[in-house]
Each structure stands twice: as structure tokens, then as C-alpha cells.
């Protein structure tokens, strides 16, 4: 059933990531962001769409971004600061930058602090939408060190025996690299699924599996149903676990420990009080040789994946996948024949680059 | 219908707190135990008894801790070593020592890392059980910091997709503190239910709900089954979430991050490979005031607790709780009225007293 929240790839063009990257970069700079925060901005959408995160590339959310530097909802050029700092930790205000480049910042300052004492952990206030979660996760792979990125979000999931939301999908990333295998990447939102699947479906006028979403009760819905209509862009989501007996509380808590770790360990908030800007983030990096021997610990890795990706399938299914198996298999397949966009998106660039002054160069 | 699994409390006498600890560190004593460590050891499994979580408790796991002391699978009388160390990190070789003494003894030196510079993580290899993760995770509460405790376990968990389990129930335990409220404690398997419910489940002789466990082929059953037979005390287990459709490969995924930040980070493996002993750990404490202010920290911590045990009930629940809410409730009461044990437990105190030759001091 999940096939069908998969955008069709029939009227896809393919666009090769290097003109992508380029083009969002200038579109970004003509937008008042400082030329070297474009191109991180750029890289860090044109990587979610390489690994086929369309939800969180450039089809789906640079307009989002450049409407937000526009209407000052996202300060293109932040100033940001240090609220804090010990050897291991600190406290970036990120000014109402654009989350893109802040938790790059945020991740390399907590590389920077691995490096030097084994972990480093940076916490972002005043943060925005910092787009795909693993991106910043990911920064930690080539220092040899495990990432990690949390990051709060709007209050769309309910607590568990709840009627209304109270928490964001608020994801986890975790990035841990290997020898020979494809590095382990971890990024999901602890809610059941991530909310702009719901609006998938709204789109394509396909009904939910159960499980996904409450009634307006706050009663779980386990049969399948038609997309309600809401005037947020998708409805309220039940937390991981669905109901308290297949382990809501679970999915409700770590929901919990997220908006902890970025939104009230930060100083900001939690994503609950409206008004209240709600983008929280957390980062860290955790130095591998500060634990262990770092050739074993990959090694180690490489057994652990293949065991798992060895597991005999259940029936129907023809394979088990590794976390991240699948995005880095799609970033393979992308970076050699580019990135499949839509007729619409292409249009989209084509107008926005004329209204900009800047050349369209996507082909 | 979780209602049924908790055991009925009639047939249970009161014990208070003091006496079992006393009691449970004089038996930890006669079976090798040092004093100290004996101490710690009667702490950890008596705050699991007041909390509530009697699976981790004196009824369920002391004999089998006293057991495996005597049989050599625990080492009653560990050498702890640091293999390595930093100024943020340490690994911990815990020498088939106590679980619930060596993860304190990581978590102490998380803690005065933490205080050092900022944050502290502490691994454990060579590991046995840990009991009730929490415990060591709400040692950083009294020090104004967050507390992390993650334990890989033996391979009862299927990945998403495969047939046979290739990983632990490995929990992820945080604790952080509020001002007036009672602290956030979030403590969960990373799997749909912990093994041990199920286990129970079978001694009461009642159905498992859809789920929680998959066929003999790994294919989920939704609806409610009878326990089936295992030569293990219990079946494989669904990842949290149950089907793709519904997430489980989140709960796949956080249950590898925990092997690999306890397993591998150690050293040490992951808990498929059979014979090769599974329980690694790794601890961490985040010190609040190296990234915000302490008391704004509580008072925002109060707000959100407050907001979520406000959030108005869905229809058939009377109130949503906060995570650690219940347990902590628990606590108060058995603090005041003692600790419900059933005659079989009682009745297996007085015979492992007489044997081991020490006065019986429950009542």
C-alpha cells in the first residue's frame, strides 16, 4: 500500500545535482542569503533530494524557504551567537536563520569539540525548519564519529490517551559510518509517519492505512480511511505505536525527549504554546576512537549491516533493508543519472529564475 | 485490556522499602557480592519494586542474579577497568560484573565528566543486566543534569521485513529534571512490548494483543493470538510500530542505534551473533547549565509536564499522562504503604534466607 504514496516518476525530468545545486545557490543568494550560506543551504536540500527524500529537497520545500527570507518569517542573513559554551557543549541563538545552514554550523562546532575532548553536543534557539535530519547527522562520517541531529517541530501529534496534539513529529537522526558497507543512516520522525505523507495523499486522493490518524475525538482510527480535510496542511498524527497497546507511549515519549533535548535544553520552548516559534534544534558528535579502536568499530559495523540485510526475508517481502540502505542505493543511482524532477518543479524554476534575473541552467 | 497484565495485587503482603533493601544487600553479600557493590545492587532493584516496574524487581530478577553469581555468569567480585578515556568519555571493560552496579559506576563517572566540562559518556563492555535502565539515568537528576542509559539484550527483535530476530528489546531510558513537577523518566524498549509481558502473559494464560509478536514466517499478527510455545521465556517480538505501514522500521532503526552506542561503541557486539554474550551499555549525563539557565530549564520543564497532563482525554481514558508520571505516583505510595510482594516471593525470601544462613528481616 505504501507504494502509492510514491510521487509517479513517468513525467520526471532528470536534472544533474551540480546545476541543481548551483541554480538553488544563486536563487538563495538573490534572496539576501551571504553567498557561503547558499551553498550549504544548497547542498543540504540537493542532498535530501539525492537520497530521495523528495519531501525535504527542492521540489517540495526551496519555495517554502525563499518565500520565508522574503516575508522575514526566516532572516537570510543571521547573526549568530554563542549563548554559551563549555568544552564539550554550546548554545547557538541562530537568529531566525535559515535551519539549513545554522545545525551545519551547530555540527560543525560539535565535530570541532569531539576532535578535541571525545563529544561534542550544541543545542540551536531560535532556529527554523533545518530540513532533511540526517544531513547534519551525517557531517560526522568522514571525521570518523557517530552524528546526531534532533530537532523540534509545530505541535501536529497527540500524547497518548490525548484528544488534541501536543508535541511535533519531532525526528531522530543517527549516523554511524562503516568499512565496506554504505554507513548507517537513521531519520525518522517519532510520530507514526512524517506529516507530509499525509499531505501526499491529500494530493493524490489516496486514503491512509489505519493506524495513522486519530478521530477528532483523539480515538485512534485503525481501519482505513479518506484524508480528513484540515485547514493546517495536514491533520493531527498519532504518535509511534499508533495505540497504547501496540506502544504509543513510546513513540509519545522519545516525541517528549526530542522537544527536551532541542526546544527546552536550548531555552526556546516547546512547539506546543502557539505563537511561539517552535524550531528547536540539538546536534552531536561522539568521536568513535574516544570509545574504541575505530578500524574494529567498522569492521564491526560492516558484519552487523550485512547480518541484518542477510536476514530471509518474510514472505512478500524480497530483502531486509539496513537504516539508510535504501537512500544511499538511490544517491548512487541519482548522482549518475541525475535527479528526477517534476514538469511542474521545472516550470517552477524556470518562472522563478526569469522573475529573479538569473539564469536557468537546470538543463 | 493491558489491564490483565498486571498481576492481581490481593494475595500480596506489604514490605517496606528499608527491610528489602537490607535484606536483598545481605543476599547480593552472601553470594559474593562486596558490601559496596552489594548496595548499590539492592538500590537499583528495590527503586525498581517502588516504582512499579516489578519485571525489573526483587520478585523477578533476584534469583536469577543470585543464580548467575553462583554459576559463574556473573562475576560477583568484578575488576573494573577503563580502556580508554578522555576528558568527555571513558570505556568501561565491567568484567561480567553486576549490571546494576556497573552501570551506576559508568553513570558516576559520566556524571563527573559532565561536571568537568560539560557532558560526560560512558560505555560499558564485557556487561551483564542492568535492570531497570531509569535507575541509572535519574542519577544525573540530583546533579541538575539529564541522564541517558541505553543496554543492548539478547536477539528476540525481527528487523522490519525479516523472519528471524536479529535484534535486542534494547531500551532507551532519559531522565531530566523539572522544578515542582515530579522529573520527566522516559524508559522503553525500543520493541512494540517488552519480552518480559509476554512472558507473563503465558503464565496467566491469556491472549497477546494484535501486534505484538509475527507468525513462524515473521509476518505480523494483527489480531489477538494465544502465546505461542518457545524453548526461550518468550517468542520473537515486533519492532515499535508493528507493520511498515504503522513504522516498525523506527523502532527497527532506534534498536539498532542502541546497538551500535552500546555494542559496537564498546567494543564489545551486538547481541545476534549467538554465544556471544549481549548486554552492553552506554550511559551519559548533559549538564543543563552548559547550555541554558537551571532554573528557567525547570520551570519550562514544569510547563510542558503541566501542558501535557492537561491535554483534555480522548473518550474511555479519565487522564494523559506525563512520561515517569505513573511510576513516580507508584513510588509515593509504595514509599508510604510498602512494597506489594506475593506469598510465593515472600515465601522464597524465608527459604533463601534459612539457606543462606541469614536472618529473615521482612516483617
Sequence with gaps: MLEQFKIPDASAVRVHHTALRKTTTVMFEKAGVPPDHALIAADALVRADLRGVDSHGVSNMLRVYLDHCKSGEINPRPNFKVLRETPSTA???????????????AMEMAIRKAKDI???????CNGRHL?????????????????VCVTSAASTVLPTFGSVPRLGTNPIAVAAPAKREPPFVFDAATSVVAGNK????????????????????GVPIMEEVVPPTTTYSYPAILPLGSTREMGSHKGYGLACVVEILSGILSGGGYGVVPGRPYFYHMVAAYRIDAFTDIDGFKSMMDEFLQTLKETPPSPGHDRVLAPGQLEWETEQERLANGI?????????????????GIPYILE
Design 340 to 356: 528526477p524532477l517534476h514538469e511542474e518543479v521545472i516550470q517552477w524554476f524556470q518562472d522563478a529564475c526569469n522573475k529573479m
Design 131 to 147: 530540513g532533511m535530519a540526517s544531513y547534519h547527522a551525517m557531517m560526522a562520517l568522514d571525521h570518523d564519529m557517530i552524528g
Design 91 to 105: 548554545n547557538l541563538d541562530s537568529d531566525t536563520g535559515l535551519g539549513l545552514v545554522a545545525a551545519p554550523k
Design 198 to 217: 499525509i499531505a501526499i495523499a491529500k494530493r493524490l486522493g489516496i486514503n491512509l492505512p489505519g493506524g495513522w490518524i486519530p478521530d477528532d475525538k
Design 118 to 124: 571525545g563529544v561534542g553536543m550544541v543545542t540551536v
